[in-house]
């Protein structure tokens, strides 16, 4: 386990290294030129080498050329097949868990951290209170989202005579992003900054109670968050006082 602690540092500078290769280092009409030529584009290569130098700086172990070499040939693997797939949102973040994950193998296999891992994962997965935290990020995502609906359908009819039509189902992904939010901060023992998301979003509703929009919209808003922030800092709490 000491060894696992030890070449952790390796592994973070190999999630630099993506960082920095595949986002900050590489521009749009790189990315454009890859999709219409695709292995015919010098900078696929490019991109596949600047991964490997970078992998050969940051973690400076100078006599070992074994890890950038693999890094390049599983990332350039990985960069051809997504040339052939759709654009998408969800292809990309496919795309970035499978580079992740492969960094986290040629981690594990090159510096034999395969039962530092495997000891690591077994214990989180056994423990309750790991399970306890997923149960209420569960909760308050889909559950909570079909809830809050219920309890607020009988002034739906109403709110969809006076409101502009807004973004599918931009509502439901606004108020889950806020009780991850909520969650993460009371588990963290943040109650500030819930606090501050509440405000914040107080703001931006102050609005409509100022200038022309419906003030059966805004009701209707405001019992929604109200009940959002409930229900995810209940939730918050019943799991604090359950893993102390």
Do not use: C
């Not at 588990?187 to 501050?196: S, T």
Request: hydrophobic share 55%.
């Amino acid at each position: 386990m000491d060894n696992y602690v030890s070449f952790f540092g390796i592994l973070i500078k190999l999630f630099v290294v993506h960082a920095i290769a595949d986002f900050a280092l590489q521009p749009h009409n790189w990315v454009k030129d890859k999709v219409e030529k695709k292995l015919q584009s010098k900078y696929l290569y490019i991109h596949v080498l600047m991964h490997g130098i970078l992998t050969y700086i940051l973690v400076a172990e100078w006599d070992n050329f074994t890890l950038p070499v693999i890094v390049m040939f599983v990332h350039l693997v990985i960069d051809v097949l997504k040339l052939y797939r759709p654009k998408s949102f969800k292809w990309f973040l496919i795309d970035q868990v499978i580079h992740i994950v492969s960094l986290i193998v040629i981690w594990m296999l090159i510096y034999h951290q395969t039962n530092g891992v495997v000891e690591f994962i077994t214990n989180l997965f056994s423990a309750n209170e790991f399970w306890l935290v997923v149960l209420g990020y569960a909760i308050i995502l889909h559950p909570t989202s079909i809830l809050i609906y219920q309890a607020t359908k009988k002034w739906q009819k109403k709110i969809r005579k006076t409101e502009g039509k807004g973004l599918k189902n931009a509502g439901k992904w606004i108020g889950m992003i806020e009780r991850i939010l909520i969650l993460t901060f009371i588990l963290i023992n943040q109650f500030a900054a819930v606090g501050f998301l509440l405000a914040a979003k107080s703001i931006f509703r102050f609005g409509d109670l100022t200038g022309k929009k419906d003030r059966k919209l805004t009701e209707y808003v405001l019992i929604g968050t109200l009940l959002s922030f409930s229900i995810t800092i209940l939730i918050g709490i019943i799991i604090q006082n359950s893993i102390k």
